[in-house]
């Protein structure tokens, strides 16, 4: 008789294994992670103010199209990324701050803050 070794799939817990949903919640309170979420946060508030901008239209454009939107929204979106990289307005920290304020294990204790 042969012995039967278990993959690392029926590792999964039953729930997992039919829903395809991890319910290791670990990974989620990591600071990297809401450094990332508040980095990202600041780039979607950024894309979204560019294209308000870019709704105001001050002037007819001289060549106007589809393909044109489509490259300007891309360019936005790129544009909006990189400001949130290398010189974010701050609104991402904000959240990251507040956010980082109701989980516990993400803050340092007070003995370790400098007086």
Do not use: C, W, Y
């Not at 042969?2 to 990591?30: E, F, N, Q, V």
């Not at 992670?33 to 979607?44: D, I, P, R, S, T």
């Not at 979106?77 to 507040?98: R, V």
């Amino acid at each position: 008789m042969s012995t039967i070794t278990p993959t690392p799939s029926a590792a999964l817990s039953a729930t997992t294994a039919t829903t395809g949903i991890s319910t290791d919640t670990s990974r989620l309170k990591s600071k990297d992670n809401l450094e990332q979420a508040g980095q990202k946060f600041e780039a979607v508030f950024t894309g979204m103010m560019l294209k308000s901008m870019r709704q105001a239209k001050l002037a007819d454009p001289l060549f106007d199209s589809k393909a044109i939107d489509t490259f300007t929204d891309m360019q936005d979106g790129l544009i909006a990324k990189s400001m949130a990289e290398h010189t974010p307005l701050g609104i991402g920290k904000a959240m990251t701050d507040f956010l980082a304020k109701s989980q516990s294990d993400l803050n340092q204790p007070a003995a370790d803050s400098p007086p």
